[in-house]
């Protein structure tokens, strides 16, 4: 179970990279891709980065001011 402060700072984060509009947001990672990642990698996401992957992510440079 994640823990608030980590919850927290992981939407805080995503938040603000969406603020920045320096990439498209991509929907964030599901549960069982959670799963599947750590235990293909025998990793464990910490709760902040956790919630920064499920909130979204960024997919690609944004074309802000190219013609």
Request: glycine share 10%; net charge negative.
């Amino acid at each position: 179970m994640m823990k608030p402060d980590g919850m927290k700072l992981g939407i805080e984060a995503a938040r603000l990279l969406a603020a920045a509009d320096c990439c498209e947001m991509a929907p964030g990672l599901s549960e069982i891709e959670f799963q599947r990642i750590e235990q293909e990698y025998g990793i464990e996401f910490a709760d902040d980065h956790r919630a920064f992957l499920a909130s979204g992510s960024g997919s690609s440079a944004a074309q802000v001011g190219r013609s």
